[in-house]
């Protein structure tokens, strides 16, 4: 096998296992917590996102089911080897424009909250999360 052809074959392999691995322990742990957490409604019970009684579990299930979309999309993308130079990549930028939508929710969640350093974090997950999305669509051949 070419060296070049094998490199540009794996090289957004270690992209899915970080979306699949941040996303899915995001996802997975929510599911499996045994309901809404306390420190989370605390969080957000004063906020404008309480809108109505049960609104925030609704909306920490709905997150939840967006993070698990996201691994959903991404092992779909590397089962039709999207990743592989030359393949279409439609899935993928469909993963990462996802996982954009989900890092805005929650930042702006954790901005209504006063949680300044979490949403400033997230600032930094969505831009980077942005860069990839930049790059597949304009660099990666597809």
Do not use: C, H
Not at 13 to 24: C, K, M, Q, R, S
Not at 34 to 57: C, E, H, I, Y
Not at 100 to 118: C, K, P
């Amino acid at each position: 096998m070419d060296k070049k052809f094998f490199f540009d074959s794996v090289k957004l392999v270690p992209v899915y296992l970080l979306f699949i691995a941040t996303f899915g322990q995001a996802s997975s742990e929510k599911f499996l917590s045994g309901g809404v957490p306390d420190w989370f409604v605390n969080q957000f019970a004063k906020t404008r996102l309480n809108l109505f009684p049960g609104s925030l579990n609704l909306q920490y299930f709905l997150i939840a089911t967006l993070e698990a979309a996201v691994v959903l999309a991404f092992i779909l993308s590397a089962g039709r080897l999207e990743f592989v130079d030359g393949n279409d990549k439609s899935i993928l930028k469909a993963a990462l424009l996802l996982a954009l939508f989900v890092f805005f929710a929650l930042g702006f969640g954790l901005r209504m909250s006063g949680d300044f350093q979490g949403a400033a974090n997230l600032f930094l997950y969505f831009g980077v999360t942005f860069l990839i999305f930049t790059y597949v669509e304009r660099f990666a051949n597809t």
